[in-house]
């Protein structure tokens, strides 16, 4: 019987990213907006993941929704999915209005409020579960509230269920707003031993997604929620079906992709992208599909000249044997592995289609594909942060703006390690890539904290 994951989405980014998932997983389901199961048995198999099911009541999500303030999930209770989330499971603090929270100090404080509800929350959810096998959590890993709330919740997942594993759908941001390099800084230190696997989900890639890919001219918020919403889905499509040939839980995505503990951090791609008026004449078998996957990430970076430390790709729909073999070879053929692990590839493939939710920007097709690569590209994510990181620190140390951190329990030596941490993950990411021959060398090419 598939073991079950419970889903913590933290702040607006991370409940408004959660809602289109749970949606998106309804349908594939077939499981209506009020819980109503209409599936047939292909469907049910491996809905009891992120469903509980009651033989005579609806189909709910195991799925909790925390914020500060109330605004977002007093959205959650008057929205299309309000009858799937019980009230107990909606935890907000009593922020109310124009209130800052786009601070970690404040986010952990304010979050102290509130955590033993939440956790009593996270208890009830467990209990119905016969196999836990982890967590799912989504957060807006630069913010306020997404960091500072998000690594009290991880501090108490880790000392309650130390053995359960924990996924982090981590929404970041380019780092554009003074503070959100140190917010997402110093929760990459707080969280460093209670996430075991990172993905992250950058607005400014998804961004770009779509506009180049998908025609969308503007992008409003809800454009990215549903396209990471997307990605998440094809992340746990593996965990929730059991014709799934790959990932089929999550110790097997961390035993593929993550060989040392500091290397966690997965990167993500989809596709095909195609709008819903894209031409008829794009080319949908497994290695136009595959080839798709090396630009269609979800961190900005280049992906192709990445070294690899492991890599897996589902497919999804009516592909033939021969056809997934071919997109096989073409990924292996294209991944530029590190010198040991050669090997470091698997691919599966499952006959369940992708689905649209209503106002999908994509045309409807019958197959897609889905990677996740331990892939040495993303540290480009971490040499943007720990460059706005200095400049944030160096504007608010000449200033009194230091404070809104000091002042709210935050000690310039947490600053310093969390700055530290930012360059010893770039130090190991080059080590892999280049080995450690010249550790001088290495050390001038990042810089520490200046503080």
């Not at 914020?67 to 959650?76: A, C, G, V």
């Not at 016969?130 to 997942?157: K, R």
């Not at 075991?196 to 890919?213: G, R």
Request: aromatic residues 8%; charged residues 25%.
């Amino acid at each position: 019987m598939p073991k079950e994951v419970i889903s913590i989405h933290v702040g607006r980014s991370g409940s408004l990213v959660g809602v289109e998932t749970v949606a998106r997983m309804c349908l594939e389901h077939q499981i209506t907006p009020d819980g109503r199961r209409m599936y047939h048995s292909s469907h049910r198999s491996g809905c009891s993941v992120f469903f509980s099911e009651q033989p005579s009541g609806p189909a709910l999500p195991r799925s909790l929704f925390v914020d500060l303030k109330p605004t977002t999930l007093n959205e959650i209770r008057t929205g299309d999915y309000r009858s799937l989330f019980r009230p107990e499971y909606l935890v907000s603090g009593s922020m109310v209005g124009s209130a800052k929270t786009n601070n970690f100090a404040i986010g952990k404080n304010l979050g102290k409020e509130i955590i033993e509800r939440l956790m009593d929350s996270v208890s009830k959810l467990a209990e119905d579960c016969d196999g836990l096998q982890g967590f799912n959590i989504y957060n807006a890993s630069s913010g306020g509230t997404g960091a500072g709330l998000t690594s009290l919740v991880c501090e108490n997942l880790g000392k309650i269920y130390k053995k359960k594993h924990v996924l982090n759908f981590s929404i970041d941001s380019n780092y554009s707003s003074p503070g959100q390099a140190i917010n997402y800084a110093l929760g990459l230190s707080s969280m460093r031993d209670d996430v075991h696997i990172n993905i992250p989900l950058a607005k400014d890639a998804v961004k770009k997604l779509c506009q180049s890919q998908l025609r969308v001219k503007k992008p409003t918020g809800a454009n990215l929620y549903r396209h990471m919403a997307r990605v998440a889905c094809a992340t746990t499509a593996s965990l929730r079906f059991s014709n799934s040939q790959v990932n089929t839980d999550l110790t097997e995505i961390r035993t593929n992709l993550i060989p040392y503990p500091s290397f966690k951090f997965i990167l993500s791609s989809y596709g095909p992208l195609t709008p819903v008026r894209g031409s008829f004449r794009e080319k949908f078998d497994a290695a136009s599909i595959t080839n798709s996957l090396f630009t269609n990430t979800s961190v900005v970076c280049n992906a192709v000249n990445g070294n690899v430390l492991g890599a897996t790709v589902q497919y999804r729909g009516d592909f033939s044997p021969d056809d997934i073999a071919r997109g096989r070879n073409f990924a292996q053929g294209r991944i530029k592995f590190v010198d040991w692990a050669p090997t470091g590839f698997k691919a599966g493939h499952m006959q369940q289609p992708p689905v649209n939710v209503p106002r999908d920007e994509t045309k409807r097709l019958t197959r897609s594909a889905h990677m996740l690569s331990n892939n040495s590209a993303i540290s480009e994510m971490f040499v943007r942060c720990a460059d706005k990181f200095d400049k944030d620190t160096d504007r608010l140390s000449n200033s009194t703006k230091m404070s809104r951190y000091t002042g709210a329990g935050i000690e310039l030596g947490e600053l310093r390690e969390a700055r530290e941490g930012l360059a010893d993950l770039l130090l190991d990411y080059h080590e892999v890539v280049a080995g450690d021959e010249d550790e001088e060398e290495e050390e001038d090419d990042y810089p520490r904290s200046r503080l």
